[in-house]
C-alpha cells in the first residue's frame, strides 16, 4: 500500500514539475538571466526599456515608450504563432513589424544617430525661430498665431486647437520618420543578392510606399482641418474635441459607411473618447507626481521620499496600462474603419 502511495506522489510530482516547465516554455514567463523578472518577453524590447531608463526621458514620454513596447510585443508574439503556420509566406507582416520596432526607436532618439529629422514640412526649413514658433513648423505656427489673436476661441477651445496642431506635428514627425526607414530600405533593396529576395524586398516597398502615401493624404486632410478651424472657428455640432477621435471620425466618414453604421461608431468612438481624456488626465497627475518626488528627494526626508516614491511608481504602472489600453483600443477603431471602408468599397 505505501509503495502504491509512493508510486503515485512521484508520477504526480512529475506531472506537475512536467506541467510547470511546459507551461514556462510556451508562456516565456518574462525573467533576466539574473532570475529576475524583466518587463518584456522579447529580450530587444526589454534592451530598449532598460536603455531607457537611463535615459532622461518625462515621466509622461517614458509611460509613452512603455505602452508602444507592449504594443509591439503583443504583435511581435501573435506574427510568432502565424509564421509558425506558415501564413507571412512574402514577410510582408515581419518587414511591418520591423519598420515599427525603427519608428519607436527613432521617435524616442534611441535609433543611433542624431535626429536631425525635420518635425516641419519638406520644403520649410530656412526660418529662424522666434517667440512665437510653437510648432517648430511655419505654417502650424502662422495658423496658430493667427487663430490665437482672432478673438473667436474661448480658453477652453484654444486649449482643444493647440491639442490638435500638437497632434499634426507629432503626426509629421512620424510620417518623417517612416520616410526615413524608407529610404534605407531602399538602399537594402539595391544590394538584394537573389532573385528571389529581390522579389520578396519589392513587395515590401511597394507596401512601404502606399503607407507613405496613405500618411501624407492623412497629414493633408488634417491640415485642411486645423486651417478651416483656424479660420472658422469650432461649430456648435463638433461631435468630439479628442485629436485623434476626430482624425478616426473623419476618417469614418470618408469611409462609405451607412448612416447605422456611423452611429454605432459615433457612440463607440464617444467612449473611446472619454477613456483618452482620463489617460490625459493620467498623465497630468503622473507629471505633478513627478514634480513632488523631485522636490520631497531635495528636502532628504527618507520616510516622506519612500512614500511619494510608491505613490508615483503605482501612478507610473497605471498610467502604462492605461496607455496600452487606449492605443490598442485605436488601432482596434483604426482597422474596424478600415474593414468596413474596404468591404462598402468592393460591393
Same mark, same amino acid.
Given at each position: 500500500?505505501?509503495?502504491?502511495?509512493?508510486?503515485?506522489?512521484?508520477?504526480?510530482?512529475?506531472?506537475?514539475?512536467?506541467?510547470?516547465? @511546459?507551461?514556462?516554455?510556451?508562456?516565456?514567463?518574462?525573467?533576466?538571466?539574473?532570475? $529576475?523578472?524583466?518587463?518584456? =518577453?522579447?529580450?530587444?524590447?526589454?534592451?530598449?526599456?532598460? #536603455?531607457?531608463?537611463?535615459?532622461?526621458?518625462?515621466?509622461?514620454?517614458?509611460?509613452?515608450?512603455?505602452?508602444?513596447?507592449?504594443?509591439?510585443?503583443?504583435?511581435?508574439?501573435?506574427?510568432?504563432?502565424? #509564421?509558425?503556420?506558415?501564413?507571412?509566406?512574402?514577410?510582408?507582416?515581419?518587414? $511591418?513589424?520591423?519598420?515599427?520596432?525603427?519608428? %519607436?526607436?527613432?521617435?524616442?532618439?534611441?535609433?543611433?544617430?542624431?535626429?536631425? =529629422?525635420? +518635425?516641419?514640412?519638406? $520644403?520649410?526649413?530656412?526660418? &529662424?525661430?522666434?517667440?512665437?514658433?510653437?510648432?517648430?513648423?511655419?505654417?502650424?505656427?502662422?495658423?496658430?498665431?493667427?487663430? #490665437?489673436?482672432?478673438?473667436?476661441?474661448?480658453?477652453?477651445?484654444? @486649449?482643444?486647437?493647440?491639442?490638435?496642431? $500638437?497632434?499634426?506635428? &507629432?503626426?509629421?514627425?512620424?510620417?518623417?520618420?517612416?520616410?526615413?526607414?524608407?529610404?534605407?530600405?531602399?538602399? %537594402?533593396?539595391?544590394?538584394?543578392?537573389?532573385?528571389?529576395?529581390?522579389?520578396?524586398?519589392?513587395?515590401?516597398?511597394?507596401?512601404?510606399?502606399?503607407?507613405?502615401?496613405?500618411?501624407?493624404?492623412?497629414?493633408?486632410?488634417?491640415?485642411?482641418? +486645423?486651417?478651416?478651424?483656424?479660420?472658422?472657428?469650432?461649430?456648435?455640432?463638433?461631435?468630439?474635441?479628442?485629436?485623434?477621435? %476626430?482624425? +478616426?471620425?473623419?476618417?469614418?466618414?470618408?469611409?462609405?459607411?451607412?448612416?447605422?453604421?456611423? &452611429?454605432?461608431?459615433?457612440?463607440?468612438?464617444?467612449?473611446?473618447?472619454?477613456?483618452?481624456?482620463?489617460?490625459?488626465?493620467?498623465?497630468?497627475?503622473?507629471? +505633478?507626481?513627478?514634480?513632488?518626488?523631485?522636490?520631497?528627494?531635495?528636502?532628504?526626508?527618507?520616510?516622506?521620499?519612500?512614500?511619494?516614491?510608491?505613490?508615483?511608481?503605482?501612478?507610473?504602472?497605471?498610467? =502604462?496600462?492605461?496607455?496600452?489600453?487606449?492605443?490598442?483600443?485605436?488601432?482596434?477603431?483604426?482597422?474596424?474603419?478600415?474593414?468596413?471602408?474596404?468591404?462598402?468599397?468592393?460591393?
Amino acid at each position: 500500500m505505501k509503495l502504491r502511495y509512493l508510486v503515485a506522489a512521484l508520477c504526480f510530482g512529475v506531472g506537475v514539475m512536467a506541467g510547470k516547465y @511546459s507551461r514556462e516554455t510556451n508562456e516565456h514567463q518574462p525573467s533576466g538571466s539574473d532570475g $529576475q523578472t524583466v518587463e518584456f =518577453r522579447i529580450a530587444k524590447l526589454n534592451q530598449v526599456w532598460e #536603455k531607457a531608463k537611463r535615459m532622461q526621458l518625462s515621466p509622461v514620454r517614458h509611460a509613452e515608450l512603455h505602452s508602444d513596447l507592449k504594443i509591439q510585443e503583443k504583435d511581435e508574439l501573435q506574427w510568432k504563432k502565424v #509564421k509558425v503556420e506558415g501564413l507571412d509566406e512574402n514577410g510582408e507582416k515581419e518587414a $511591418q513589424l520591423r519598420r515599427n520596432f525603427n519608428v %519607436i526607436l527613432a521617435k524616442y532618439g534611441m535609433d543611433g544617430k542624431r535626429d536631425t =529629422r525635420p +518635425l516641419e514640412s519638406n $520644403q520649410l526649413k530656412d526660418h &529662424d525661430t522666434k517667440e512665437g514658433d510653437v510648432f517648430e513648423d511655419p505654417r502650424l505656427d502662422k495658423l496658430w498665431n493667427k487663430a #490665437k489673436s482672432s478673438g473667436k476661441f474661448s480658453n477652453e477651445e484654444l @486649449s482643444s486647437l493647440k491639442r490638435e496642431f $500638437q497632434h499634426h506635428k &507629432d503626426k509629421t514627425h512620424e510620417y518623417n520618420i517612416l520616410m526615413d526607414t524608407v529610404s534605407r530600405t531602399e538602399e %537594402i533593396h539595391k544590394n538584394a543578392i537573389s532573385p528571389l529576395e529581390g522579389d520578396r524586398k519589392e513587395h515590401v516597398l511597394h507596401q512601404k510606399h502606399t503607407d507613405l502615401k496613405q500618411k501624407m493624404r492623412d497629414l493633408s486632410q488634417g491640415f485642411e482641418r +486645423l486651417r478651416k478651424l483656424s479660420h472658422e472657428g469650432f461649430t456648435e455640432d463638433s461631435e468630439f474635441r479628442e485629436p485623434r477621435v %476626430i482624425e +478616426l471620425w473623419e476618417a469614418a466618414k470618408r469611409a462609405n459607411l451607412s448612416d447605422d453604421e456611423l &452611429d454605432s461608431l459615433k457612440e463607440e468612438l464617444r467612449h473611446f473618447e472619454t477613456k483618452v481624456e482620463k489617460h490625459s488626465h493620467y498623465q497630468e497627475q503622473l507629471q +505633478l507626481s513627478h514634480q513632488k518626488l523631485r522636490h520631497v528627494e531635495s528636502l532628504g526626508d527618507k520616510e516622506h521620499i519612500k512614500r511619494n516614491q510608491e505613490k508615483y511608481d503605482t501612478l507610473a504602472e497605471k498610467t =502604462r496600462e492605461m496607455g496600452y489600453k487606449m492605443k490598442k483600443h485605436m488601432l482596434d477603431l483604426s482597422n474596424k474603419i478600415s474593414r468596413e471602408g474596404l468591404k462598402h468599397n468592393e460591393l
